[in-house]
């Protein structure tokens, strides 16, 4: 398999290359590589073109390339510290070595190195990474501290000159940014209205991943789906607490720049690089499940305040896509079949991070559109996932892993991450709430079984809880979910359907942890119950839905 201008002659990930640099005695080069990153198509033209190293490597070694966007439990284990990784490792998949970006003159130095390695040490020279050792996760008791520690937090690393948080790289921190819209609503906004100023491009539209610079300038211009949808989510969570406009209008410009530049016709793709000098951008046309889920939840968060058609639509047929290709059994495919290339044909399925993120998308359709706006019920597949995902990554002790027990090189070994965490948790928490709301207490053992989700939540942040003092910012998701673990979600049931009056009212409440469920079984047409716990009130019009909810949050 050639990649770009290179002339080694690279296989694709798999069993056969390991099996091949055992039969060979030979080492295996691991390059990491990505559509959008420019540093990785600079390598391949200036270092794995020069036909004395491509030689050298065909020779000595067995070069295997990734796409770690195609394989994203490749990238969390072999990742040198960001894009190109060019990685050493023995026929079993340990690492040996590894690196970055090598230009010609380093590829050299470095090759030369691994062989000595190899020569002298064989296998002995390889090495398991220690997050990936086994070790049990630093479990501990969910309680306030938690989430008063991280908004803490949000004071201690908040950069006053700038904005954000950090004194480095300012990279936008979403999840970060609506943790700060209940607890630190100005930190919030300013950092929303940096990255409205630095990271879009106003040319093409979308937002860059990150800004090398302290000041937010120096913008890297690559443009990734999950990125901007996480951003649409947040600056439309930022709009719903303030009601300005300048928040809202980054939210939909993002969204003008997925439907222009990356659809495919059923789905969105994974990413825009740069452009070069000569030619057009770099698009990675490839339908991710994750990427997908995440931004039908944020075009379902526009819709959701705003009553816009596009976003509603661009959702829908996102989900109906998610539903019938992507989803097989609560099994949840990280690339769309249509995507799968003959020389990658056994593509991952039953990742963590695609499940957590199906679970929030067709919650949040759920409270958005209701149970009959796609042709299947959102929460039953919100369900059938989670309970794939509870069954086969989450351990006896809490933690969810990554992806299947299985799998070739470091792939096998246990990865549990926080972020992954942080997702999968609040995605059950919500849908937890919704299937409370839903499901007949009489019903049988085929329901959504609300407190199982509830409880598998809570097990997975406890399994975290013990290191809660070493979080900063960058995991400030972990204080939201674990601030919702600790006191009771505010929960809007209305008796009318999906669009109504006082659906479309609970929507707008200002908190958008708040959970809204139309067309609510047990409550009454023209009526909506809101509660927290155990204090009930109900609201037959939007003035006392309003009313109703100020007073439960304000006793």
């Not at 539903?323 to 769309?336: K, N, P, Q, R, T």
């Amino acid at each position: 398999m050639t990649a770009g201008r290179t002339h080694v002659e690279w296989r694709g990930w798999g069993a056969a290359p390991f099996e091949e640099a055992r039969s060979a005695d030979r080492p295996v080069l691991l390059s990491l590589t990505a559509t959008w990153c420019d540093s990785c198509h600079e390598m391949d033209g200036e270092t794995y073109a020069e036909p004395r190293i491509a030689a050298n490597v065909n020779d000595g070694f067995v070069p295997v390339r990734v796409d770690v966007d195609r394989r994203p439990r490749i990238r969390e284990r072999y990742n040198m510290g960001g894009f190109p990784s060019t990685v050493f490792c023995t026929p079993d998949g340990d690492v040996i070595t590894g690196a970055g970006y090598l230009g010609p003159d380093g590829m050299r130095q470095v090759l030369d190195s691994v062989r000595e390695v190899w020569a002298d040490r064989g296998d002995d020279a390889g090495r398991v990474p220690r997050a990936l050792a086994g070790d049990p996760t630093p479990g501990g008791t969910v309680d306030e501290r938690i989430e008063e520690h991280l908004a803490g937090q949000l004071d201690e690393q908040w950069d006053d000159r700038f904005g954000g948080w950090g004194d480095d790289a300012k990279f936008p921190l979403p999840q970060t940014v609506e943790f700060a819209l209940k607890r630190d609503r100005p930190k919030a906004t300013q950092t929303l209205r940096a990255i409205a100023e630095s990271l879009i491009d106003h040319d093409a539209g979308g937002f860059y991943r990150y800004a090398a610079a302290r000041d937010w300038s120096e913008p890297e211009r690559e443009k990734l789906l999950t990125d901007n949808a996480a951003l649409i989510r947040a600056f439309a969570n930022g709009y719903l607490y303030t009601g300005e406009e300048s928040l809202l209008n980054p939210a939909t410009g993002a969204q003008e720049f997925l439907t222009d530049r990356l659809w495919n016709g059923a789905a969105f793709g994974g990413s825009v690089a740069p452009p070069d000098d000569d030619s057009e951008p770099r698009r990675d046309h490839t339908g991710y499940a994750g990427g997908n889920a995440l931004a039908a939840e944020a075009l379902l968060t526009v819709a959701a305040y705003t009553d816009d058609e596009a976003s509603r639509e661009y959702a829908e047929r996102v989900l109906r896509t998610l539903e019938e290709s992507f989803v097989d059994d609560g099994v949840v495919s990280h690339i769309a079949p249509s995507d799968v290339g003959a020389d990658d044909p056994d593509p991952p399925a039953g990742l963590l991070e695609d499940h957590a993120r199906v679970i929030a998308a067709f919650a949040t359709a759920r409270q958005v559109l209701g149970p009959d706006a796609l042709p299947v019920d959102p929460l039953t597949v919100a369900g059938t996932v989670a309970d794939e995902a509870i069954e086969t990554l989450q351990e006896p002790a809490g933690a969810f892993r990554d992806g299947p027990p299985q799998g070739v090189g470091l792939v096998s070994e246990p990865l549990r991450p926080l972020d992954g965490t942080v997702e999968v948790a609040d995605a059950l928490v919500d849908l937890a709430a919704v299937a409370d709301v839903v499901d007949d207490p009489e019903a049988d053992s085929d329901g959504h079984r609300s407190d199982d989700y509830a409880a598998a939540a809570h097990d997975a942040v406890a399994a975290f809880a013990g290191a809660w003092d070493r979080f900063g910012v960058q995991v400030a998701g972990y204080g939201s979910v674990a601030s919702r673990l600790t006191r009771p979600n505010l929960v809007v049931a209305v008796g009318d359907g999906a669009g109504s009056d006082l659906h479309r009212a609970g929507l707008r409440v200002a908190d958008h942890e708040a959970v809204v469920v139309p067309a609510a079984p047990n409550t009454p047409e023209g009526v909506a119950t809101i509660h927290r716990g155990a204090d009930r009130r109900d609201a037959t019009a939007p003035e006392e839905l309003l009313d109703a909810v100020a007073a439960l949050t304000d006793g």
